[in-house]
């Protein structure tokens, strides 16, 4: 007979502490102990899925998750197959905290609920069903990934904790597949265990102990050889410390490579790893910041591996910021208006297979804006800093414009954008634009998505018995020959107070 657990502590509070730099793990304790665990003014939510809602003219918007509570950070991929099949990933801060999933089969009318059946199985002791178990180890989990490969096959990575208070500690990178386009996935425990992708069992989560978590994971998939990088920083118990590591697997998820370290422990402030591939696999490009002093994201590097994942080059600096966006209140907030939890300048790769470019897209403050930017090099040429060429994305902007995601057609070359703008309503409310670039980023046409904007610092997720304004850290994007697909967060329906209600969005544009 199944007696349900006590509900457990709230992922908020590590999302709170857990990314700024001078971090411990120790503090993430103290910020989950915290936490109010009473979930009991907590609506469940409704299985209908609403589709039309703010689309702008020229554009497509569903709200994916139509739930009463909040979900964020919106990973997106589309399966090869069958282009009407999207996957979308979200942490969700429903009943429990863990990784949610979404799929659709006729190109994002409808949706696979959120509750009760979107929770990856196999992540945490916890469903966001009150009666039944989860069939993982973890008391929350998160920062979702989500991919397809060639043959169709979906493929989540999230992370899992199990923290103290809840057994002995532990944090997993765990991997779930789906051969039915996202609709199931594995149980998790003892019957279909997911693939542990790399984990920790620590001495102690003290300051200065051997602690330790990893962050911001993510995926890619090689789209020729179903190749699978999984890159993220890790975290030491001193919190000063996070080298980037990467794990590959070339089994279909089945087992993955002894972790590569590519930066070394004793450099602090690696962070915001991703991976993408040339056009036929044979090289990977991975990308991430780094603070100088202690200050996150203040340059950025490309790693290169020219066996498939095996071994790295040294990093290359290839970019520094002019003042880096910094949306984590009350540690910094560089933006007008009131303070919310937000994306930074995270780099984002997407290789052209056409033009045989590798692009990086990032957000950084001139002039008083955040404003988007493009790098590329030819492909070979990332240690060549001659080779490189920088240029504004979209320049024009009368409002900040924060959190880029990128993408690009594998048989066009078009490169295609969406962020989160505040130009339509000085410079107060976040909606969505959509870019795209048809002659190699020398100019982009740009429209607006949502009819509606939302102020960031008036909703969010729960904590307590009220609400901490965090949009999540990133969205997703991803491109077809005759249409660009994204997923974001917005503002569902109001149940009244606390507001907590932020949605999964997705969003559909024919270039």
Known sequence: MFTPFLHPVRLCEVLTMRCLVPLSVLFCAAAIT????????????????????????????????????????????????????????????NYNDGCAVNATFDGGK??????????????????NDTSVAGTGTGDFGGDPAVAFDKNGIAYFACYSYRVSGFGSYKAQLLLSTSSDGGRTWRKGGSLE??????????????????????????????????????????????????????????????????????????VRSNQDARIVTNGDGSHAYLVFDNGVQGGKGAVMYVSESSDRGVTWSAPVRFASFNNPVCLFPPYCFNVSGNPFRGPGSYPVPAFDPVGRRLYVAYADIVGGLAQLFLASVPEGSITDASKWKIVPMAAGNSGDRLNVEMSIDRTSGRIDFISEDRSYSNNTLVDITYGKSSDQGASFATQRVTRAGYDPAQYGVPSGSGFRPFIGDYNGIVSLPTKAAFAWTGVG????????NLDIFFGAVTP
């Open 34 to 93: 915290a936490c109010d665990d009473n979930q009991s003014s907590h609506p469940t939510a409704p299985n209908a899925v609403r589709a039309g809602q703010l689309a702008a003219s020229g554009a497509t918007v569903v709200d994916i998750g139509n739930d009463t509570t909040a979900q964020n950070e919106t990973p997106i991929a589309v399966n090869p197959t069958n282009p009407q099949n999207f996957v979308v990933g979200a942490n969700d801060w």
């Open 110 to 127: 409808t949706w696979t609920p959120t509750v009760p059946n979107g929770f990856i199985p196999g992540v945490t002791r916890f469903t």
């Open 193 to 266: 265990p997911l693939t542990v992708v790399a984990q920790w069992d620590a001495s102690g989560i003290t300051k200065g102990s051997t602690g330790q978590f990893q962050d911001h994971d993510s995926m890619w998939i090689d789209p020729t050889d179903g190749r699978i990088y999984i890159a993220w920083a890790q975290f030491h118990g001193n919190g000063s410390n996070s080298p980037i590591f990467v794990a590959v697997s070339s089994d279909g998820g089945q087992t993955f490579s002894t972790p590569a370290q590519i930066t070394a422990s004793t």
């Open 493 to 500: 329906k109001s149940y009244g107070p606390p507001p907590i």
